[in-house]
């Protein structure tokens, strides 16, 4: 166990979307929200996946809806406790630890903000180890782990809680009612014990970012080149250097699907590359061929700092460089290809892991 | 105080029928749900408004969907037990009686249905005195009643419960799970105590339901007209006897909007008609001007039988008497008109009661 303070928080919300590929909300956005509820209710404690007791309660907490109104409609702080002290009155017993279901700049914060005005630990864990676009798409769900009850709360004081027969069912209704909320909403789910927890989740998640975030700001104070600094503090890939062309994104309210395309520099001149995203980067193309998809991490990052450009604010001009980090090895199990592989979001390709283009050192 | 025995089951759903306008599902299936609940569950005791105590806690349960689905996906029966516990269990507390919210051949059904297998009695009381196409559509709005907390069900074994700022956004939230599970679905809402309920209700409903079907049924075994017999029963005009000629429909998911024209026969010939609805018949046109609107009851019946034609089930060549029923005098209050009235369905003229249209004997 280790606390976060408030001056970790700069390097968790950096690394965290940077491990967010594309997704999972602005690292900026989330930072200020957690630097609030850590001044108001003093360090959370980090603890381990292996310090939660077998039979203590465990509730995560996000915020749903896509990005691009994720970063209009600013989270006022309040509807999250709301949808967390719901879940908890509906459980009618005592939540131990706050957790985040997926890494993000938003998502990862959230929960640190929970657990500082709860007065409760965070577990050093999360649902996806990067960031999905849907609700089932969380390694709980191939341990059977049920999404609901479920508490779903907007800024405006409307609430509901769900019971769902499986997680898709979950996703289906709670994504109606986030479109219904304005295209964003703040959410309690996947309560879970100790001992469901610890098989199911991706562990060291909040550590990982952090020390993402720090490799990346270390090389940026020390003139080093931070996206190298990035890749030397976790296994991945530099996949293309680039400047965007064209960026194409719609909105439905539920998601914010789109693609970009980018004209090589350096050593990628001469070969053009398009990155497909819902919500997150799904698939990254470079000539048409694909070099690396879900459930593989793709993320854009601008290319002289390496902050990481989530897919609202990709646009014409920035120079990036992207990168492929590969997926926690649950997700590539047969069971987490069907899951969230790239059949499962309209591809006809299958999976082929990014890991195969890391230079040996690199490959685990 | 008296009971709803088996054999009282026909004429309510017969008179809840008229009295649902076109809407409020299909007296046979709500005929059949209610039957089965009453030989498993004996009588059920049928209560006046002022029969239940100031703290008395009183749930109204329905069923909420457009009719065109409703009649394809006939509820288990189930569900609504299961949603009605789901929001006593929410509640904390024990529910006195049971109550309808609209009056219509399923709606009017089921909740005798429920009080027959909770061995709870039923309120002679509704929250419309007909039925309207959405859920804040109710008299206790206009009293500040809020329809949540509120449980939804479907037959999958989905659930939710809402709690929402107002009525308005009850309905938004409610309609897109309902869409969601398949478009139709069963709720418990507008949890009241008694004297919340005795100044907001429609009182009398399954009462007047049950005379409007024992004068129709009597007639039909006496040979007399039973469309007469109806109007013999209860005020109302006779507005048009026709031919359908023409039906468009469309179902959404959420509710069946479309028209229907008729050709008149008898008194009526050689004047054309027409009746525009949305789950429930809304206006009336004669010629092109409206002669009955919202609030006011518009039904059509059968011209030789009574048996009234809900929304779902018009078609082509059907021989059709169209009655007029005056509304509740709440609906007709500004407040009630700018909750129901033509107006808020999108109508450019003002109302102008079906009352005016009567017999001088049958106006109040």
């Known amino acids: 166990m280790r606390n976060i303070e408030l001056a970790d928080l700069e390097d968790i919300a950096l690394g965290a979307a940077v491990l967010g590929a594309g997704g999972g909300g602005d690292p900026?956005?989330?930072?200020?929200?957690?630097?609030?509820?850590?001044?108001?209710?003093?360090?959370?404690?980090?603890?381990?996946?292996?310090?939660?007791?077998?039979?203590?309660l465990v509730v995560p907490v996000a915020m749903m809806g896509?990005?691009?109104?994720?970063?209009?409609?600013?989270p006022s702080g309040f509807e999250v406790m709301q949808a967390f002290g719901a879940l908890q009155a509906y459980l009618g017993r005592?939540?131990?630890?706050?957790?985040?279901?997926?890494?993000g700049g938003l998502n990862s914060t959230i929960p640190i903000a929970v657990a500082a005005h709860e007065g409760l630990p965070l577990v050093d864990a999360d649902g996806m180890g990067r960031a999905?676009?849907?609700?089932?798409?969380?390694t709980p769900t191939l341990h059977g782990v049920k999404a609901t009850p479920m508490a779903i709360c907007d800024e405006k004081g409307n609430a509901a809680l769900l019971e769902t027969i499986d997680?898709?069912?979950?996703?289906?209704?709670?994504?109606?009612?986030?479109?219904?909320?304005?295209g964003a909403a703040m959410i309690a789910l996947y309560p879970m014990l100790g001992k469901q927890?610890?098989?199911?989740?991706?562990?060291?998640?909040?550590?990982?970012a952090q020390q993402v975030g720090r490799a990346i700001r270390s090389a940026r104070v020390e003139r080093r080149d931070p996206v190298a600094g990035l890749l030397g503090a976790c296994p991945g890939a530099l996949l293309f250097e680039g400047k965007i062309q064209d960026v194409s994104r719609q909105t439905d309210g539920a998601f914010v699907r789109g693609r970009v395309r980018l004209e090589g520099i350096h050593a990628s001149r001469g070969r053009d590359f398009q990155i497909e995203f819902?919500?997150?980067n799904l698939v990254?193309?470079?000539g048409g061929e694909p070099v690396a998809c879900v459930p593989d991490l793709i993320s854009t990052l601008d290319l002289e700092t390496a902050e990481p450009i989530t897919t609202e604010r990709l646009r014409y001009g920035l120079r990036v460089a992207v990168v492929g980090l590969p997926a926690d090895p649950q997700w590539t199990s047969p069971a987490g290809l069907e899951l969230v592989g790239p059949e499962r979001f309209g591809y006809r390709f299958p999976y082929r892991p990014v890991r195969e283009l890391l230079p040996a050192s690199g490959r685990a």
Request: charged share 20%.
């Open 28 to 56: 900026y956005v989330g930072k200020l929200m957690a630097q609030a509820a850590l001044r108001a209710g003093g360090p959370v404690a980090l603890i381990g996946a292996d310090e939660v007791g077998d039979e203590d």
């Open 66 to 74: 896509a990005p691009t109104v994720m970063v209009e409609k600013l």
């Open 94 to 103: 005592s939540v131990r630890a706050v957790m985040s279901m997926e890494i």
């Open 132 to 138: 999905f676009p849907e609700l089932q798409m969380v």
């Open 167 to 182: 997680n898709h069912w979950t996703e289906r209704l709670a994504r109606s009612m986030t479109v219904d909320m304005g």
């Open 197 to 208: 927890l610890r098989p199911s989740v991706v562990r060291g998640s909040i550590s990982l």
């Open 278 to 280: 819902q919500n997150e």
């Open 284 to 286: 990254a193309l470079c």
